[in-house]
């Protein structure tokens, strides 16, 4: 499995953004995919997280209700609508799969993501 982010760069406060992420190679077993996200100093963090046959997503607390995520199973692609961007949302972005598992709810930890991509810079001007 490869994953392929796409969409970061610089925006100013306020403004919007949109990350891609596409994966290729075994894309017939997703269970589901997640963004991640890490800024300097700081630890790896959950942003938001979708399983793939559906349901609803799961955000991080500290970007509810400015980001969205979304997924076109067809195109084998997951999708990171951020809104009202702020400077603290400065970070190197990640999308990460995990294979389906039997629990109920989705993976919101990186432990239960298999595989990564290689991680998009998303930087906020104040």
């Known amino acids: 499995v490869q994953l392929q982010a796409s969409g970061g760069g610089l925006v100013q406060a306020g403004g919007s953004l949109r990350l891609s992420c596409t994966a290729s190679?075994?894309?017939?077993?997703?269970?589901?995919m997640a963004w991640f996200r890490q800024a300097p100093g700081k630890e790896r963090e959950l942003v938001a997280a979708i399983k793939w046959s559906g349901g609803r997503p799961f955000y991080g607390n500290s970007v509810k209700g400015r980001v969205t995520i979304s997924k076109d199973n067809a195109k084998n692609t997951l999708y990171l609508q951020m809104n009202a961007v702020k400077p603290e949302d400065t970070a190197v972005y990640y999308c990460a799969e995990a294979e389906p598992t039997f629990a109920l709810g989705t993976p919101t930890t990186q432990y239960e993501y298999a595989y990564w991509g290689q991680g998009t810079q998303v930087t906020v001007s104040s």
């Open positions: 190679g075994r894309t017939d077993n997703i269970g589901s």
